[in-house]
């Protein structure tokens, strides 16, 4: 994690090394950035994270042990990327998991601790519990020192770009969800989370782009829940703003399962992450996901560009009492993992690489590790 506020080839496998650097070979300036899947927090995961606390002799709840894994990758990035779904409660509850969730604060820190330089929190639950929810989810991040898009307190805060200084150069992150499950929001308050709507994304991003970013990542929720495939609205909208001068990335979440990931032109669109943490049990598929990393180089003065791609695979390990989530190639390396979880890593990584291939990307250059 370098990222500073600014003011308001071949198909391969291999163990996941950081990549960060901050010049390119002829001396440009570069930078990587890590997307993540969704932090969906259900009930089992806080009842985890309240036994860890136990275990460590603290009070509350301890997020730490669940995600520790993925500290080493996450915090090497220059740009790390997180999207926390759902919004918080009250540091002490009362909690709510679905449909309507309000989830432990204590998330938060834990998120900073990993190395999350900025989240998305537009998502299908951003209005569960209202314009108080946000509220709290954004007061947290702030506390945390996470920067945030997607959902505001103020139309003015809604107004304002996310704007990140990743080594040296200005990134701006934008993000949108398809739905709110229903719920509406108030009138006269659209501002308090972003609607996906084509133009709106594109005023955006040129908006950012006027405000001095150099490169402007755009986190959407967006797909058909627990499919593997883009649908097709993903594949008509990634195509249309992919095609504007100002959006470089699209990092794509809510399935709750791997999408694959795809170069249109001389851009990326990961279509969707998986869970990076949730406790679904109901499916092996549910249990996979990806952290893809993607190196921006300078090409020319001011104008960036991905030239190379590498994706993480993860394992979300639920068993009895029992949750953490692994970073697959970590656990396949080391030689302490039990043998049944290595098991489960190892089927886990086929998986995810039978997903990944379907349009092209391991022929564009994708390097898959593990």
């Known amino acids: 994690m370098s990222a500073t506020a600014a003011p308001a080839a071949k198909p391969t496998t291999a163990p996941a090394q950081p990549s960060a650097t901050s010049t390119s070979p002829s001396g440009g300036r570069a930078f990587t950035v890590l997307g993540s899947g969704d932090v969906l927090l259900h009930d089992a995961l806080w009842a985890q994270a309240k036994r860890d606390a136990r275990a460590a002799g603290k009070s509350g709840y301890d997020f730490d042990p669940l995600f520790a894994s993925l500290k080493p990758v996450i915090a090497a990035a220059d740009l790390a990327v997180c999207h926390l779904e759902t919004p918080v409660g009250p540091p002490n509850g009362p909690f709510s998991s679905y449909p309507i969730f309000s989830v432990p604060p204590q998330v938060v820190p834990t998120l900073a601790n990993l190395g999350y330089d900025t989240c998305s929190t537009a998502s299908n639950h951003s209005l569960d519990t209202g314009e108080r929810g946000i509220g709290r989810t954004l007061d947290a991040l702030d506390a945390a020192d996470i ?123 990961a279509y969707g992450m998986g869970n990076q943490v949730a406790w679904q049990n109901f499916s092996d598929v549910t249990r996979d996901g990806i952290m893809p990393r993607f190196t921006f180089t300078e090409v020319k003065p001011g104008s960036f560009r991905v030239t190379r791609v590498e994706v993480i695979a993860l394992h979300m390990w639920l068993q009895t009492g029992f949750a953490r989530v692994y970073d697959v190639g970590a656990v396949l390396a080391s030689r302490s993992a039990s043998g049944s979880l290595k098991r489960a890593c190892a089927a886990s990584l086929a998986r995810t690489k039978r997903v990944l291939g379907q349009r092209g990307a391991f022929e564009d250059g994708l390097v898959l590790l593990g």
Request: net charge positive.
């Open 147 to 269: 920067q945030h898009t997607g959902t505001a307190r103020s139309s003015k805060e809604a107004r304002r770009v996310n704007m990140l200084t990743v080594n040296g150069v200005k990134v701006a992150q934008l993000s949108y969800t398809f739905s709110f499950n229903g719920l509406r929001l108030p009138h006269g308050k659209d501002w308090l989370a972003n609607y996906l709507r084509a133009d709106d994304v594109l005023a955006a991003a040129k908006r950012a782009k006027r405000a001095g970013a150099e490169v402007v990542i755009v986190s959407i929720h967006w797909g058909s829940e627990y499919r593997q495939t883009p649908n097709g609205h993903q594949l008509s909208l990634a195509r249309q703003l992919l095609a504007s001068p100002d959006i470089d990335l699209i990092l794509g979440h809510h399935a709750h399962v791997v999408q694959p990931l795809e170069k249109i032109g001389h851009k990326w669109v």
